[in-house]
């Protein structure tokens, strides 16, 4: 998942799970330059969206253990991952991260979809849920979806 990866770069480079807004913008826009000022800052925005960061007492503050991420060598983050995702894309994103093969989740999903006509955002999360992959609020606005 290339989010959490670019939003665990600035606590491992500083051995921490907590840092100061300014310090985390900059070591995204200045120290590696993936990112102008302004993005580094929508980017704490979509990773807090994510539950992947929280904002505590005018600090930046990881949700998730940035030393169990792996950075590739060559990693650089695309300005994609500034948008919001879907909520099928957020689900599908986990379940590639714990290993599913993509191709393989979509199909099963959309004929979970079809055979039990749901939305792909509810047969996703069940999808996810039923191979033990934790997609906690993100199944919760799929659930939220079943309702409407």
């Keep these: 998942m290339s989010l959490e990866v670019a939003v665990a770069v600035p606590f491992k480079q500083q051995g921490t799970t907590r840092l100061g807004e300014g310090e985390f913008v900059v070591a995204l826009a200045l120290d590696r330059s ?3 000022p302004d993005q580094a800052k929508r980017l704490i925005d979509v990773g807090a969206s994510r539950g992947l ?17 792996s ?34 989740a979509v199909a099963a999903i959309n004929e979970k979809q079809r055979t039990l ?6 047969a996703a999360a069940l999808y996810a849920r039923r191979h033990d992959v934790a997609v906690g609020a993100v199944a919760q606005a799929a659930r939220d979806q079943l309702g409407e």
Excluded at 117 to 122: K, P, Q, R, T
Aim: hydrophobic share 35%; aromatic share 8%.
């Design 34 to 36: 993936w990112f102008s």
């Design 53 to 69: 960061l929280g904002r505590e007492d005018g600090e930046v503050v990881a949700q998730f253990d940035p030393s169990e991420v």
């Design 71 to 104: 950075v590739p060598e060559e990693f650089e983050p695309d300005e994609s991952i500034l948008r919001e995702q879907s909520t099928f894309e957020q689900i599908l994103d986990a379940l590639v991260t714990a290993g599913h093969d993509k191709q393989e």
């Design 117 to 122: 006509g749901i939305s792909v955002e509810a």
